[in-house]
Every structure is written in C-alpha cells, then in structure tokens.
C-alpha cells in the first residue's frame, strides 16, 4: 500500500528554519517524482517544488533561493529544507508522488502544519 | 507572471451536469499544459480526479470527465451527487519544471 507521512510541521517565527520530512511506503522515491505542495489557510494549492526521478529539482519562484527539496534513498525519504522563514510560508504542506510526468501527484500525504509566527 | 484562471463558484443541481474551466490569463492551454484536476474536501488532502487532459486516476467514476474545449481545460461532471460538494483544482505546466494550480473552484450540488 501506498503511503506518504509528513513531518517536522510547527510553529517557528519569522527568520528561522525548519525542515519538512516525508516517508514513503509502499514504493521507492527515486523511482518517482516528489512534490510537495502546500496551502495557506483558507487559501488554495500552491505548487511549492519537485524532485525528478532523473534527479533534477524545480522550485517555484516564491521560495526559490529560501527551500531546498532533497531526498534520501537509503531511507526512502523526501525532505524539504526551509529557511528565511516568512509569515506567507505558514501553510499545510503536502508531499505527492506521481508516477509519471504528467501524473505529478498521483497521491497525496495528509500534510504537516508550518506557521511562522513570532 | 502566467496566472492560471478558475471560477470563483459554480452551483449545479443534483443529478445535472456542469463543467468547470481553466484557463491562462495569457494565451491558450492545450495538452501540452499536462492539465490535471483535483478535488478538495473540507480538512482532507486533495484527491486526483484527471490527468493528462483526461486521463482518469484509477477509482475515479466515469461521470468525471476532462477535456480541453476552445482555449481551456475542462473538467465536466454529469450526474452531479451531494457528495461532489467540493473545491476542485487543476494545475498546469508552464514549462522550466514549473507548475501552477488555478485559484479553485467551490462547487455547490
């Protein structure tokens, strides 16, 4: 069975880091492509970044040079490292896999809360 | 800035049919877009309902259905049920290995 649990979700003021985890069941990440997602209160998706399975990495432009995506295959895990935190980055976060290209996020982990707050 | 464009709202009646849009604020989407449509309820993860233009997620009934229509994506569900009173999200591909998802849709049946 498939499964992706996130971690490492709370509360952290504004200026630090934090750093997402996200363990995989079921199948191997550096087979598939890894997102992770997120949304804001009340607010909708937002495509935060990836990780091919050819090993490339994409962000987008609101957390570009702050997150890095990384993954750790012996522990068959995806992380997201956060830093230079901002009251806009509080939000669910989601990791998804998707098991091709076009099928980016197949499925979904129940998410994990981050709010900067000071 | 590309933004990816959805109605705010939409109300369909049970058992009726309704189509859900999403566009680009410029230009045209096509299948190169790779446009995908999810489905949100209150407190849940989303759920993939379509991919690939209209490709259905295994499990997905087949009263969901996704097309490209004129110069957007579309997401047409007939025989509306209750249980289909949800947000609903599509996500494009701009290209660079950016994605974008549109601002959603709060579907009433």
């Known amino acids: 069975e498939v499964q992706l649990v996130e971690s490492g979700g709370g509360l952290i003021q504004p200026g630090g880091s934090l750093r997402l985890s996200c363990a995989a069941s079921?199948?191997?990440?550096?087979?598939?492509?890894m997102t992770w997602v997120r949304q804001a209160p009340g607010k909708g998706l937002e495509w935060v970044s990836d990780?091919?399975?050819?090993?490339?990495?994409y962000y987008a432009d609101s957390v570009k040079g702050r997150f890095t995506i990384s993954r750790d295959n012996s522990r068959n895990k995806v992380y997201l490292q956060m830093n230079s935190l901002r009251a806009e980055d509080t939000a669910v976060y989601y990791c998804?896999?998707?098991?091709?290209?076009?099928?980016?996020?197949?499925?979904w982990g129940q998410g994990t809360l981050v709010t900067v707050s000071s | 800035q590309t933004v990816v464009t959805q109605e705010p709202s939409f109300s369909v009646s049970p058992g009726g049919t309704v189509t859900l849009t999403c566009g680009l604020s410029?230009?045209?989407?096509?299948?190169?877009?790779?446009p995908s449509w999810y489905q949100q309820t209150p407190g849940q993860a989303p759920r993939t309902l379509i991919f690939?233009?209209?490709t259905r997620s295994s499990g997905v009934p087949d009263r969901f259905s996704g097309s490209v229509v004129g110069n957007k994506a579309a997401l047409t569900i007939t025989g509306a049920q209750a249980d289909d009173e949800a947000d609903y999200y599509c996500?494009?591909?701009?290209?660079?290995?950016?994605?974008?998802f549109g601002g959603g849709t709060k579907l009433t049946v």
């Open positions: 998804a896999r998707g098991t091709s290209f076009g099928e980016l996020l197949r499925y």
């Open positions: 079921g199948f191997t990440v550096s087979s598939n492509y």
């Open positions: 990780f091919y399975r050819d090993g490339n990495t």
């Open positions: 410029s230009g045209s989407v096509s299948p190169d877009y790779y």
């Open positions: 690939s233009t209209n």
């Open positions: 996500l494009l591909y701009l290209g660079g290995g950016t994605w974008a």
